[in-house]
């Protein structure tokens, strides 16, 4: 700063004040050039560096900071779903049903608020089982009202049913370049990213966890794994849940039967 001071007073006062503000203009196009990240400054003995660099490490810490709070509520999730299975193992008929239900409904729109990033994507999550000869959404979220309930996949003809039947599972960032993949017509949305995972228990198939997002590219490798530790921490559960459906629809059987014979 003393060294400006000698400089401008050298000159004349009229002369001074047109130096001193051409001066504050360059000084602020400087510092925007610099915060922009165009230019490294050396002005009057201070030395501004562009902001790049700290650019990049603050990006990276960002990251960091996503990811292990992400990490953290996978964990959490997971945990609530061990605990929840230990502690509904031996619930029994309606009481079984009804808490199974209220956990899918705190469960699935955890998820997708875990893995949604961007603001203008949207996600549809279910999970799928064997209906006899066809996949059905056991529980969804993110499908319109009974939009779910209608779904029926193919195992030959769609990406989730090729999931079920060999063990695999099945992403894909970009499914306007899967000339094989069929689109529901009826969907109200375009879905451009899908992934699907099975959902197996002793070496069983049970079911699907389907997931899918508008925009394309919309997961990522933690998000696969993430999903993949969901997956498997259902297969317990969705097993039990697969045996009382089957034992329920059984005792309808025997009653419609039993009352066509009175």
């Known amino acids: 700063m003393e060294e400006i ?9 009229f002369l001074k004040y047109i130096l001193l503000t051409l001066l504050i203009v360059l000084l602020i196009v400087i510092i925007i050039r610099v915060a922009t990240g165009k230019s490294n400054v050396s002005f009057w003995g ?8 700290v650019e990049k490490i603050q990006t990276q810490f960002d990251e960091l900071n996503e990811h292990s709070q992400l990490k953290s509520q996978v964990l959490k999730l997971l945990n609530q779903s061990i605990i929840t299975y230990s502690v509904w193992e031996n619930l029994q008929g309606k009481e079984f049903e009804k808490n199974v239900q209220r956990f899918y409904n705190f469960f699935l729109p955890g998820i997708i608020s875990l893995i949604t990033k961007q603001r203008d994507n949207s996600h549809r999550i279910a999970v799928f089982h064997d209906a006899g000869g066809y996949l059905k959404v056991l529980h969804g979220f993110g499908y319109y009202p009974n939009g779910g309930e209608e779904l029926k996949l193919g195992f030959r003809e769609s ?3 090729e ?41 069983q198939s049970l079911g699907v966890l389907n997931i899918d997002g508008v925009k394309k590219n919309s997961f990522n490798k ?7 530790f969901f997956a498997n921490s259902l297969a317990p559960l969705l097993n039990k849940e697969l045996k009382y459906n089957e034992i329920l629809s059984q005792v309808e059987v025997y009653y419609e039967e039993k009352e066509k014979s009175s």
Request: some cysteine; glycine content about 2%.
């Open 46 to 53: 201070f030395k501004m560096e562009n902001n790049r660099e």
């Open 159 to 161: 990406k989730a049913g």
């Open 163 to 203: 999931c079920f039947t060999k063990g695999e599972t099945y992403y894909n960032p970009d499914l306007s370049q899967d000339p094989s993949f069929n689109r529901n017509i009826e969907s109200s949305k375009e879905y451009n990213s899908l992934l699907c995972i099975p959902i197996v228990f002793n070496e």
């Open 222 to 228: 933690d998000d696969i794994d993430y999903l993949t």
């Open 5 to 13: 001071n000698n400089f401008l007073s050298n000159f004349p006062p």
